[in-house]
Each structure stands twice: as C-alpha cells, then as structure tokens.
C-alpha cells in the first residue's frame, strides 16, 4: 500500500521568507502528484498537478517538483505571505482514489 | 463556473441515528470520490463512483456505510446508527476522467458529530 510522509508536521516563518515543503512516497509508480492547500474548517483547494512526466510545475509564487525514482516532491513557496497560513497537503493517486499525506501546517508571521 | 458542492454543511446527531450526506459534483464530471478526515489523522478513502461501473466500495470502514449516485450526478452517503467515532469531516471530490488519473476538484466538506 502507498505511504505518504510530509516533513515538517509544522511550520512557523516570518513574512517575506522562502520556504520549502516536503512530500514523499513508498510506491514510484505514480500517474501524477497533487499539492492541495486546506483552510480551518474548509475543504481542499487544489494548487498544483504535477504529471509523472513533468519535473516541475509552476503556478504564481508556487513551485513544486517531482522526482518519480526517489519518491519526492517539493512545494517551494516564494516570498511568503500571512495569506499562505494554511495546512498544506500531497496525494498521490492509487487505483480509484488518493493517498494523502498527514500534511503541514504552515503559519507566515506578519 | 460552478464547484462541488456539499450539503449539510454541519451536522449534529445523536449516536444511533441515521445520517445522509449529500454531493454535487462538477457538471460534467464522471467520475465522484468520498473521503473521511478525522481529527489527528489523515484523510481516507471512502469509496469512487465512474460513470455506470459498479463503485470501488474498498473504503468504506463497515456495513453501516452506503453511498449511491443518481443519474450519475448527485451522490448520497449514509451512515445508519451512527456511533461517535464516526465524527469527522466528509468530503466530496469530482474529476472528469476518474481512476485518479486527473485533478480532483473537493467541495468544503460536512462536519459530521456525533453525540
């Protein structure tokens, strides 16, 4: 079965910091990776869809890797703001659904 | 345009009873997902609805847990005799192809207590 560990559990930066969060997975064989980003309370705002064949995708101040053979992703996050303050989550695809991982909550200091 | 929707957006209940809770997924969209997100864990798979194939029920946790979808839209999860490790977040997502092979789009979830 696919496992999926996110590090760190937790995050605290101040405003205007770059960060980089990290995703990885047991099973490499993969169609795609997903980085959603989840509010208190609220469901799951998808960010970036990285296909198995892509390295990266870029969206905004957002860019996240996938790097198939060893298991990884990474969400880089530029220049971060309060706004971000969020739990940030990845999920790779099984058969008929996504394995999620426990995700990080993320907080930007103003 | 229009995202998934779900509805009741919270729901207290007492242990025994039963509950439905209810998806609308992304016009056009085939293929339906539930998951359940608990306190402290992550969120797990439930069970997939695709198009009129039988659906993938491999999630769900025990016989008191049913889902249906009507005319290939609207979905319907229901929890008969509810006990209180079933409080948790219920969500609904929706993509066009299915078998996880593209985006899936969640819609905000009913916050499901059991008392």
């Known amino acids: 079965k696919q496992e999926v560990t996110q590090i760190p559990a937790a995050l605290s930066v101040p405003e205007g910091e770059n960060l980089v969060l990290n995703c990885s997975f047991t099973d490499s064989a993969i169609y795609n990776l997903q980085w959603f980003r989840q509010d208190p309370g609220k469901g799951l705002t998808s960010l970036l869809l990285?296909?198995?064949?892509?390295r990266e995708q870029t969206s905004g101040r957002l860019n996240a890797s996938l790097d198939k053979s060893s298991g990884r992703s990474t969400l880089y996050i530029a220049a971060s703001q309060p706004g971000d303050s969020a739990t940030y989550l990845c999920?790779?695809?099984?058969?008929?659904?996504?394995?999620f991982g426990t995700g990080t909550r993320l907080t930007v200091i103003p | 345009g229009a995202g998934v929707s779900q509805s009741p957006s919270n729901k207290v209940t007492e242990k025994g009873k039963d509950v439905e809770l209810r998806c609308d997924p992304i016009s056009g969209h085939t293929a339906l997902y539930w998951y359940r997100q608990s306190l402290g864990q992550g969120l797990e798979f439930l069970i997939y609805?695709?198009?009129?194939?039988?659906?993938?029920k491999s999630g769900l946790p025990s016989d008191r847990f049913s889902a249906e979808r009507t005319g290939g839209s609207v979905s319907t999860l229901t929890i008969q005799r509810t006990q209180q490790e079933d409080s948790a977040v219920y969500l609904c997502a929706s993509s066009l192809i299915g078998q996880s092979m593209d985006e899936q789009y969640f819609g905000p979830g009913t916050r499901l207590t059991v008392t």
């Open positions: 999920a790779v695809p099984g058969a008929n659904n996504l394995f």
């Open positions: 990285i296909q198995s064949s892509q």
């Open positions: 609805f695709q198009g009129n194939s039988a659906p993938d």
